[in-house]
């Protein structure tokens, strides 16, 4: 059966009423609607929202979260850490297998940690891992340089899916494997068809190790570039659900659907921040006084309140505003054309300089919106600024990856605890060309290495606050992103859905509860 087939018959689901009661449906077909394009579907290599969707459906991980941030048992039924903080015991099922019926053993989770650790942009996730003892099948044991105080959030299903490893430790490359494009997994769901740019179709794991699940017989991401394609897919039933999404017009547009709900919930451990990079390694953006200008130039609540309507909140700094070690005090770079043609001056560029601005392709408002408000506005302090386009995400990651940028739009997220999110952006050993959302901006500063080296290992929460406030105090000055505001992200979601993904990790997470119902 088609792809188009399937989509077109996802509607016509049969079910019945009984009374008051809802009667669900047999299985049924969950349709996704995306605009993001993935490269591939190994969320061990790759971050993002593209891969992590259908990542967390393909392949488990050690753990999984609730709603109230607590670890759960998942492929590790059980955990120990020992008292000094430098050991974590996981004990595994014993009836998990991958999808070609192979066991899922201690090895597998060894192999996937330590390829995580050596490929994943997000470096310091896994980055105090020595070694992991394997001294039986069903027991893997994590040993750690210092202690780590994100290591069981690092071990979600978005950040560590587990690989076989008699498939991915065949010696080929891992981050090009063939396999990352027809991955196994040993989640709820197994790859179906992967349609580059058009569609993932997933099936039921009919051998998954938690009995009873998954509740669904199908999940298909049918990737939509046109926005306005999107939002027709989903008032026309089409689709039964679209994450992240951010613009006012479309929140508002499906909120008024009556079969549709929509809700803010479900990223609370996101913690996505829009912001403008400098590329520091540019000859015209080297020098601070120039980055702090722009900072000045640039007015945050025009965009938070014109450009966006009123949905986005303002975002001061490195950690999201909601986080409790974001530094209320930090520099918030309030307009100030004045100071900002003053610093312009000061840095020999009184008679102004050309730059050329990215932005990610697709979520509109949140991005090309600010980046062409950019144009209008930098001029004002002798900066002509060329917006240039990509025609997809692959394209913009593989500029900004290649350090192929002057000033680029993106959005970046914190990952629950800055050790996994906001390090990856500010660490100098993270200048890794070729790795999207990694040090791309090419900052460094010593001090700023010590300090967040000092905060991922810090197990006192009032000591990590003082790290990370003198953290954001000097990045603030150093001023190698301008951050802009929280990104509004919400999900809209057909009212039939029993079990909606709408806990820390969104759609980011295993849907196996999810079902339909009438």
Known sequence: M??????????????????????????????????????????????????????????????????????????????????????????????????????????????????????????????????????????????????????????????????????YGDGQDIKSHPANSAPIGSGPFMLEEFTAGEAIVMKKNPNFFIEGRPKLDEIIIRIIKDPSALLIAMENGEADIYPFMAGAQEIKRLSDVDALEVTADGYAAVGPINWLAFNTESPKLSDVRVRQAIGYAVDREFITKALHRGVSSPQRGPIIESSPFFDETIEAYDVDLEKANALMAEAGFAEGMELTIDYIPGPKEQQQSVAEYMKSQLKKIGIDVTVRAAPDFPTWAGRVASHDFELSMDVVFNWGDPVIGVHRTYLSDNIIKGVIWSNTQSYANPKVDELLNAAAVELDMDKRKALYAEFQQIVAQDLPIYWINATPYHTAYNSKLVNPPKGIWGTMHPMDLVEIAD
């Open 2 to 167: 088609s792809i188009f087939s399937r989509l077109m018959g996802a509607a016509a689901i049969a079910t019945v009423t009984l009374g008051a009661a809802p009667v669900f449906a047999e299985g049924g077909t969950l349709v996704i609607a995306s605009s993001q394009v993935p490269r591939h579907l190994n969320g061990a290599v790759q971050s993002g929202i593209a891969t992590a969707v259908p990542s967390t459906q393909i392949f488990a991980s050690p753990m999984r979260y609730d709603e109230n941030w607590e670890p759960q048992p998942y492929l590790a039924k059980s955990w120990e850490v020992s008292e000094d903080g430098l050991s974590v015991t996981l004990n595994l099922v014993d009836n998990a297998t991958f999808h070609d019926g192979k066991p899922v053993t201690s090895e597998d989770v060894a192999f996937s940690i330590m390829t995580i650790k050596e490929n994943h942009p997000f470096k310091s996730m896994f980055a105090p891992v020595e070694t992991i003892e394997t001294p039986d099948p069903l027991t893997a044991v994590i040993k750690l340089s210092q202690p780590h105080p994100a290591l069981l959030l690092a071990m979600s299903p978005a950040l560590a899916p587990i690989l076989p490893k008699h498939i």
